[in-house]
């Protein structure tokens, strides 16, 4: 991983102060809200969901999709709590899974929450999650798991695969790709250490 | 469960991969609102969001960013096309002129660069000639205009190279006119090419090849297109003493 890949995420989100008013805007049904909001988190959304479906094609209709879901449930958004950036992401996120598990008739992994319709959720993070400080910690966390450890970590959140599903496509127990997740998440929590505004 | 005992669990729920019966646990706790779990699972949501950045950078197609405009205005009033043909076409007009104009600009200029380019080309290709002949080991010098107040100035003559000709006091020729060197050969003169003086009144000119037995050098004010016979007396003749 390198800090090229790093880019979109600091090119993108590096207006986050403005998010507020941004929401704001889409929340009174600013048309330009909207393509505003495309332009700062578009690309990165798009990195996301075409490492995850590996198609740009599909890629772009879920960031469609995406978008389109965002301005759909814009309204349950609270604009001075909220932080639409990570709200986004995991709208896109859960997008492509839907796509990953649908195209591979795999059934729908077992999220308590479906994150687009509880945007409420993602009120009270940090306005600077997407700093460069931040990032370069999230590159320093991810460098310093094993490398089965990054596997796992991969292959639950770029591919949404279940830890049995991991432990068949490694051919490994189950009980040791458990651990290796357990201690993978342990690690980027103690490295990342993201608090939460009181 | 307590809270202390879901602590690890967070980041397995909020990826999905949480079992039974922390999972259930987890729901329970943030269906109650419980304020550590929820505090928690922001942490959790905070630390996946972060896992999205290392996704190789990528860009989408500027289509995508149309269809999504699009597709929106398609649902909400006064979110149509309009304002946006309305400024791409203001944006387009005022690109044409102005990259118009800018590539009318650019064009003079790249024409001007490359013809101060050729010029350079052609001096440095002449100060290599005049090197060349300066420092032949046969060349031979002859000065002219010693006695007069002008023109003035000094002939090379390599055999094998050419003749160069430096000269000083040339006023710059007429419009229309053009400095023309001979080289004399048994009594004939034959054109050895055309020259222009500059404003100071000095003037350098190299005719390549090989001179032969020439007996002097002479300039003469011509047309500009050139003549195969002198048409005017000479302005000055330098007699040429090879073998000295």
């Known amino acids: 991983m390198t800090i090229a890949m790093l880019l979109p995420i600091l090119l993108a989100l590096h207006a986050a102060e403005d998010d507020t008013a941004l929401v704001a805007r889409m929340q009174r049904r600013d048309p330009n809200a909207l393509a505003e909001l495309y332009d700062r988190y578009g690309r990165v959304t798009f990195s996301l969901i075409v490492r995850m479906v590996r198609d740009t094609g599909t890629a772009e209709d879920l960031v469609q999709e995406t978008f389109l879901r965002v301005w759909n449930r814009v309204q349950g958004f609270d604009a001075q709590r909220g932080a639409i950036g990570p709200w986004l992401l995991a709208v896109a996120r859960n997008r492509a899974i839907d796509y990953l598990r649908s195209a591979g008739g795999r059934d729908r992994n077992a999220l308590e929450f479906d994150e687009a319709a509880h945007p409420a959720l993602y009120c009270d993070m940090e306005k600077d999650l997407f700093s460069a400080d931040k990032v370069r910690r999230v590159k320093s966390a991810v460098e310093k798991l094993s490398p089965n450890q990054r596997q796992v970590i991969e292959l639950a959140y770029f591919e949404g695969l279940s830890q049995t599903e991991m432990a068949e496509r490694m051919g490994q127990p189950l009980g040791t790709v458990k651990t290796w997740v357990r201690t993978a998440l342990k690690t980027l929590r103690d490295e990342l250490g993201t608090a939460v505004p009181a | ?244």
């Not at chain 2, 019966?21 to 987890?26: G, L, V």
């Not at chain 2, 380019?117 to 002449?126: A, G, H, K, S, V």
């Not at chain 2, 000095?202 to 004010?221: E, I």
């Open chain 2, 1 to 244: 469960m307590n809270c202390n005992e879901l602590r690890d669990h967070y980041e397995l729920y909020a990826m999905g991969l949480a079992d039974e019966p922390e999972r259930s646990e987890i729901n329970a706790h943030l269906n109650r609102r419980c304020e550590i779990c929820m505090q928690e699972m922001t942490k959790a949501r905070q630390t996946l969001a972060l896992l999205s950045g290392t996704a190789p950078a990528a860009a989408p197609s500027p289509a995508l960013r149309r269809r999504i405009l699009a597709s929106v205005g398609g649902a909400q009033r006064g979110f149509g096309w309009s304002p946006f043909l309305a400024a791409a076409l203001g944006l387009a007009l005022f690109a044409a002129v102005y990259f118009g104009g800018r590539e009318r600009d650019l064009a003079r200029e790249l024409a001007r660069v490359r013809e101060e380019n050729r010029r350079q080309n052609i001096e440095l290709t002449n100060l290599s000639q005049a090197f060349t002949i300066i420092t032949g080991k046969d060349t031979v010098m002859s000065t002219f205009g010693d006695s007069e107040p002008k023109p003035k100035g000094k002939i090379f003559v390599s055999p094998g190279q050419g003749v160069l000709l430096i000269g000083g006091n040339l006023p710059p020729a007429p419009t229309g006119k053009m400095y023309e060197m001979w080289i004399i050969k048994d009594g004939k003169p034959q054109p050895a090419g055309m020259f222009q003086s500059t404003a100071d009144g000095s003037a350098m000119h190299v005719h390549r090849g090989n001179t032969g037995n020439m007996a002097a050098v002479a300039v003469t004010l011509e047309d500009e297109a050139g003549a195969d016979q002198p048409t005017s007396t000479p302005l000055f003749a330098a007699p040429i003493r090879t073998g000295l």
